[in-house]
């Protein structure tokens, strides 16, 4: 009763609150949806504790694979969006191969480098990828109705719900895997691979399912944005972007799955309300790195951290502080 | 009884040391087999080409008559053989009832679209069945909610073995269970393990405590510096003048 009660709260909160901001701000709110996805995509892959620099360019993977699927084949736009995510899924797996030869910091530099090489290929051949400018005049979202709501890809506000929609499935898909044995034994593979592997557990297999996975979300992510700037190049999917991706995910925190959704969502308010207001915005990538320090030192464990001793605190009246070992 | 498990002429060399060299025994279905020697001897290295987590660098490891030599960790535990680890290796963020969840894994495989549609509530229940199972055995149910790295050393290495047999083995290789248990537990632990062998399950034991390998083991080898020295039962092995003289006048430990 109590959580019918939340989620119907929540959800006429979430269809309500583009009334309430103006054009430009609705357009933010579409590309923060968007980007909940990307980072929520890179915290699954996180929990085989595998941090990579890449994900951003898988990203941008979906998104060049969908735009390219329309314009060259001419493929229905939500159809080639769902084949934009496999195919960045399926690029994960090829990139395994070297990949997962790899761990810890050499993993992440093998990432990083990976992502370059795709960059460059994107840079280096006009055909099909348009070279350094990218493509543009990639097909829009196809207006359709749903009866009780006209869409009209025109307007921020029907793509805000066309993606909203998209991303709480696939938050929805993403969860039932963290909550389920698969998503236990992530995290077996996480603490302590040697005695997850002598259970029985295949490490490659379960490494490699995990990128596939964050790949092909953080795909799909590339194409609900492809579709709606219309065009894509390769340095909307730079190393900063990344930086971005790490920021939201280190100072919301990723030991829960709202953690990196939270740190996502507090600094792009902060950005688009704070920084733009101030005239700032130049400033956005020395402020992220600030930020990031900042939460490092001060906030080791995420904002996350600051609604757990909340929440825990209205639960239990009187807290027994465990000391922690 | 048949020969179940052998290894043959087993040698792992680290660089110019070899830990392990041309060694050879077997170990018969349902048995409790003890491999003792002294510190240093090889005897985790032993463990570790038999469950895969090294390659050796000579020789065989037979089960039910295939050789598993070289396979990987996970296929050698799919083939029924599951290992602990000589110090408490276990998933100490995890709660006890997920590590031992987590060695269901082999009877219980997790499949990612059964669990995202919600098709797979029978296994899930199974596992935890399992699961609880698996503590109870070991007298861990009630610590099941608290986090691993939190219990006691006795509790952690019982947790190890729970995790092991959670995964219903044939074979299970103890590298050192009794470490840190007081001889409470440790009498209690020796209970548990006749009982796994009456449930049909091999064991094959690394141990200091002579008392309890001697107490134990229907079969014991001695190895000393890589090499094999004797092989008997517990009264043969005791007054074995070639083990006590590896021990080094320790006539006392093997009394
Ligand atoms: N990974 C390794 N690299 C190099 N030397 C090793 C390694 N593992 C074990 N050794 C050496 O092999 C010998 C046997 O070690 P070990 O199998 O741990 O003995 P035990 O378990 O019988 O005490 C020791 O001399 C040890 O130093
Ligand atoms: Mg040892």
């Known amino acids: 009763m109590r959580n019918l009660l939340i989620f119907v709260l929540g959800s006429v909160a979430l269809i309500a609150l583009p009334y309430g901001l103006s054009f430009s701000q609705q357009e933010i709110l579409v590309f923060l949806v968007i980007n909940v996805l990307l980072v929520t995509s890179y915290r699954l892959m996180t929990l085989t504790g595998e941090w990579s620099l890449g994900h951003v360019v898988i990203m941008g993977v979906g998104a060049y694979a969908s735009a390219l699927y329309t314009k060259e084949l001419g493929i229905y736009v939500p159809v080639s969006m769902i084949l934009g995510a496999v195919t960045a899924a399926l690029l994960a797996v090829l990139l395994s191969f070297p990949l997962f030869r790899m761990k810890g910091f050499y993993f992440l530099i093998g990432s990083f480098a990976a992502g370059e090489i795709i960059r460059l290929i994107w840079k280096r051949f006009r055909e099909p990828f348009g070279g350094v400018r990218g493509i543009s005049g990639i097909d829009p979202m196809p207006d359709f109705s749903i009866g009780i709501y006209q869409f009209d890809f025109f307007e921020p506000v029907s793509y805000y719900y066309f993606a909203g929609f998209i991303v709480i499935a696939s938050l929805w898909v993403l969860w039932r895997i963290e909550k389920s044995p698969v998503g236990l034994t992530f995290h077996a593979v996480h603490w302590q691979d040697k005695l997850a592997q002598a259970s029985g557990v295949n490490l490659r297999a379960y490494r490699t399912l995990a990128f596939a996975i964050a790949s092909g979300f953080a795909g799909l992510a590339g194409a609900l944005q492809a579709h709606y700037v219309g065009t894509v190049n390769p340095n909307s999917f730079d190393i900063e972007v990344m930086v971005f991706v790490l920021t939201w995910a280190i100072v919301g925190g990723t030991a829960t799955f709202y953690g990196p959704i939270l740190g996502c969502i507090v600094l792009t308010v902060l950005n688009e309300i704070v920084l733009r207001e101030m005239g700032l915005e130049q400033a956005r990538p020395l402020i992220y790195g600030a930020i990031m320090i900042l939460s490092i030192l001060f906030l080791p464990d995420g904002l996350e951290s600051l609604v757990q001793k909340v929440t825990r605190r209205k639960s239990a009246p009187k807290p027994e502080e465990k000391a922690a070992t | ?255």
């Open chain 2, 1 to 255: 009884m048949s020969d179940f498990l052998e290894v043959r002429n087993l040698t792992m060399r680290f660089g110019g040391l070899t830990a392990v060299d041309s060694l050879s025994f077997k170990v018969e279905h349902g048995s409790i087999h003890g491999l003792i020697g002294p510190n240093g001897a090889g005897k985790t290295t032993t463990f570790n080409m038999i469950s895969g987590f090294y390659t050796p660098t000579e020789g065989q490891i037979l089960l039910r008559g295939e050789d598993i030599s070289g396979l990987k960790m996970h296929e050698v535990a799919r083939r029924g053989v599951v290992r602990t680890f000589q110090h408490s290796t276990l998933f100490a963020e995890l709660t006890v009832l997920e590590n031992a969840l987590v060695g269901t894994h082999m009877p219980f495989r997790p499949n990612i679209f059964a669990a995202i549609i919600g098709w797979d509530k029978e296994d899930r229940r199974g596992a935890e069945a399992r699961a609880r199972e698996a503590l109870e055995f070991f007298g861990l149910l009630h610590l099941s909610d608290e986090r691993a790295g939190d219990l006691s050393h006795g509790h952690q290495r019982a947790l190890g073995m729970a995790v092991a047999y959670a995964s219903h083995p044939d074979v299970i290789l103890l590298d050192e269970p009794f470490t840190g248990m007081n001889p409470e537990e440790t009498k209690h632990m020796m209970g548990l393990m006749r009982r796994l062998k009456e449930d049909g399950i091999t064991i094959l034991l690394v141990e200091h405590d002579m008392q309890a390998i001697m107490g134990l083991c229907d079969t014991i080898t001695c190895m000393s510096f890589g090499k094999f020295l004797a092989e008997g039962g517990p009264t043969e092995i005791r007054n074995h003048p070639a083990v006590i003289e590896a021990y080094l006048g320790g006539a006392r430990h093997v009394a």
